[in-house]
Every structure is written in structure tokens, then in C-alpha cells.
């Protein structure tokens, strides 16, 4: 039997999309003749819905100062990988230059390989390579945050010890953090406009 762990407009990181989401509908799942519910979604206005292990709690305080470094880091310690999945609207895809003719990628961003990141087939057609190339990209991406982190902190603990020529280069990764992971909009749309420079 299942129990809640969020409730309705609890602020939750929702771990495939890799976005911060307000949980707008709680859903038991009943089965006739049951006390309690068998399992429990979260509806979070993200096209579906999620079950609790997709979901983590907002444990920072709004007090927070170093906001690039939340205290639930789990994004960090996440392993995505890229699987193969066989091609169900045509039998030959893709060119003998990729991986396997006949399938196309699939970026798995949960322990259970069941969601994450995928294309429709017109999209694949249309540009094989690019799509290739994007899933690799958004496979690397938990490692590549927690580089800039690492980056973003050696430079936050000593700015004068910095190399000068990546100064740069730690501002640009700390900005990326804030964008990642703060939802106040103007900071947003600020390190949005840092990032893009």
C-alpha cells in the first residue's frame, strides 16, 4: 500500500525533466475492496505524472545565501545513460555512419530505466546526427554540473588565487548553477543572460 510523501503545492525537484515544479494534484490510485490507495502520482503541470522516487523535497532555506549549492544534491549524484531503442516506424534508420541502423536514442534519467528523454520519429528523420549529438549532450549533463560546481567553488573559496584567464570562466559556471537551480525570475532571466554570452 502506498502513502503520500508530498502534498498539493509542495515545491519539489522533479528529477527526469531536471526542473523545480510546484505539485499541483496529488492521485491516489484505489483498487476495489482496498483501505488504502496502491500507489500515489504527483501531477506537477509537466505534460505527467510522476511517482515519489521522480520527485525530491525542497529542503533549502529560504535564507539560503549560496544558492548554487543546494542541500538536496541528488541531480549531482545521478548517473543518465543513453540506450538503444529499436525504431517501431521504420525498419531502417539512420546512415552507416551511426551507431545501429534501425534505432534510434534514448536518454534514461531514472534508476528504472523508464523515463527521460526522446524524440518523435519525424524529428529523427529529419536530422539523425543532430539527435545523436543531443542525446550524448544530455546524457553528460549531471557530470558537466558537477564540474562547474567544482569550478564555481574552487573560485568562491579563493577569487585571488584564481588563474586570471578562467576567472571568466568560474562567473560563467556559477551563473549556470543559479540558472539551474533558482526559481526567482529575475535571477533567471539574468544568469539566462549571462549564461548566453
Known sequence: MAKAVFHKAQRVFVKPVGTWALIEQVIPHWVKDVDEPLRVTYECGLGRSFQA?????????????RLHRPENDEIMLEHWHIVRRKAKWRARIGGPDLSEVGTFPVVITDEEDLSGWRVSGSEYDRDPQRIEHQARMIACTPDLLQTARQVADQYEESPDAFPPELKTVAQRCASILRFVYELDEEDVKHSATVAAE
Open 53 to 65: 522516487h521522480e520527485l525530491s523535497a525542497d529542503d533549502t532555506s529560504p535564507t539560503e545565501t
